[in-house]
């Protein structure tokens, strides 16, 4: 089992920086990919990003490319999203989650069988 514990959100302008935490607690964290997503009322969840167990591989959604780094700290059990230059659009609950094992999407929900209980990004014009 993986459990999951998002952490850093907030209210920021528009060009503001943050990061956000994923504490994660599990038997195979190392091993396990991990992916953010954020969702906006009335709109489905939406891939942001994901990283590989060994931290090898990222890989974003085109909206926040070059803006938005995912990192992780396997000894710490950590997975990061770092958030520059933030627009408006970018104010969502966030999520962090853990993907499945022989998934056969990285990008799409149904991919991840963890998911924390999310940290609201509100980011001001």
């Known amino acids: 089992q993986v459990q999951l514990v998002e952490s850093g959100g907030g209210l920021v302008q528009a060009g503001d920086s943050l990061r956000l935490s994923c504490a994660a607690s599990?038997?195979?964290?190392?091993?396990?990919?991990m992916g953010w997503f954020r969702q906006v009322p009335g709109k489905e969840r939406e891939f942001v990003g994901t990283?590989?167990?060994?931290?090898?591989?990222?890989r974003y959604a085109d909206s926040v490319k070059g803006r938005f780094t995912i990192s992780r700290d396997n000894a710490k059990n950590t997975v990061y999203l770092q958030m520059n230059s933030l627009k408006p659009e970018d104010t969502a609950v966030y999520y962090c989650?853990?993907?499945?094992?022989?998934?056969?999407?990285?990008?799409?929900?149904?991919?991840?069988?963890?998911w924390g209980q999310g940290t609201q990004v509100t980011v001001s014009s």
């Open positions: 989650a853990a993907r499945r094992i022989g998934a056969a999407s990285r990008v799409g929900a149904s991919s991840y069988d963890y």
């Open positions: 990283i590989s167990g060994s931290g090898n591989f990222t």
């Open positions: 599990g038997h195979t964290f190392s091993s396990v990919a």
